[in-house]
């Protein structure tokens, strides 16, 4: 529950404790959070038989080049991506977005020229190149699993569609990132649940509250906030409209507005910080 903030960043702070009539109770208040199970005596143990489980630990048997491609398709007369994107990702705070690609009109002849002096094999290890370059590094991915499901895909395009990765590389781009996202999401939820069955991770009590709440911008002062104060900064209207609904209501005994990438979290087959604790 204890988070380094830089001293430069912790001056524009205000400091808050927790209430004192909440103190006693919050001082042994211990949420669950997963941990993945190792030996005892294994360095990475954080708790007794147990290391916190971070997602890419379910990675750790996944191959992106052995995903099905076979609903993938690219409609150039459209401008659009089809059945790529079937299913809306969630949320999950990742930290590695590349930079856009956008080509310009000269570049895009140029390489349009290159391409239609090529065979149909060599113009797909162009291209394979180009979009591994345009995709950019997907961590905890390998680049040369990223590359083989690249030439997969590449693979299944005609000659025309082929043309078009060139003419609308930002969507092809996109449309890829995404898919590859989801099959990474799909297969940590399918081992998660596996780990479950076979007790590979289990749940325990660790994660606590600091004394006290390092804040930015204050919420309205009210009696039931964990802390003194509460953090108001980048509340959109349905959460400001649900911490107004919190501080208001008789049966609430205290709350507190989760901090988005310190506080707790549910670290299962995403990493879910829920906005507020009640």
């Not at 004394?211 to 509460?230: A, D, G, V």
Request: charged share 25%.
């Amino acid at each position: 529950g204890v988070s380094y903030i830089p001293p430069d960043l912790a001056e524009k702070m205000n400091i808050f404790p927790i209430r004192h009539n909440f103190a006693d109770e919050v001082r042994t208040l211990r949420l669950p959070q997963f941990y993945r199970k190792v030996d005892e005596h294994s360095l990475f143990a954080e708790i007794q038989g147990g290391t916190l489980l971070d997602r890419d630990m379910l990675l750790e048997k996944f191959q992106l080049a052995n995903c099905n491609v076979n609903d993938f398709g690219f409609d150039i007369t459209t401008g659009d991506i089809a059945k790529l994107d079937l299913v809306s990702l969630e949320t999950e705070g990742t930290n590695y977005e590349p930079t856009r690609v956008q080509l310009k009109p000269n570049d895009i002849n140029k390489l349009r020229e290159i391409l239609a002096t090529l065979s149909s094999d060599a113009k797909k290890r162009q291209l394979s190149g180009l979009v591994s370059s345009w995709l950019g590094k997907m961590p905890p991915l390998g680049e040369p699993d990223l590359r083989e499901y690249i030439n997969k895909l590449l693979s299944r395009l005609s000659p025309h569609e082929l043309d078009g990765i060139v003419e609308q590389q930002q969507l092809f781009i996109d449309a890829v990132r995404k898919r590859v996202r989801q099959e990474m999401l799909n297969f940590r939820r399918e081992t998660f649940l596996q780990w479950v069955s076979t007790e590979e991770i289990f749940a325990k009590g660790t994660y606590f509250f600091s004394q006290e709440s390092n804040l930015i911008e204050l919420y309205t002062p009210c009696e039931n906030t964990l802390y003194e104060r509460e953090e108001s900064s980048k509340l959109t209207d349905i959460e400001r409209k649900m911490a107004d609904w919190l501080s208001s209501s008789s049966n609430i005994q205290w709350w507190h507005r989760n901090h988005q990438t310190q506080g707790f979290c549910l670290n299962g087959a995403i990493n879910h910080y829920p906005d507020f604790i009640v």
